[in-house]
């Protein structure tokens, strides 16, 4: 990787406990995860669409219920 490249992506450190370290190490063992770091901001990204297409999700319900209520003449 470039300097410049290296630069652009910036880490930071997060701690978890260390048997958890352990346990997550021999799970991905010959899976497509070269560390643990790698595994972890897999799964981090994952949930964290997740919880975002969740939140989208109630803002889409709630406006069809005020639209309901609108039509209803409640609102």
Do not use: H, Q, W
Request: hydrophobic letters at 30%; glycine letters at 6%; aromatic letters at 8%.
């Amino acid at each position: 990787m470039a300097s410049s490249e290296k630069e652009k992506r910036k880490y930071t450190t997060i701690t978890i406990p260390a048997p958890l370290f352990e346990s997550i190490k021999k799970s991905i063992k010959d899976t497509g995860f070269s560390s643990v770091s790698d595994y972890a901001t897999y799964i981090l990204r994952e949930t964290t669409a997740e919880l975002n297409s969740k939140k989208g999700g109630k803002k889409s319900e709630d406006s069809t219920i005020v639209k309901k209520l609108r039509a209803l003449g409640y609102m």
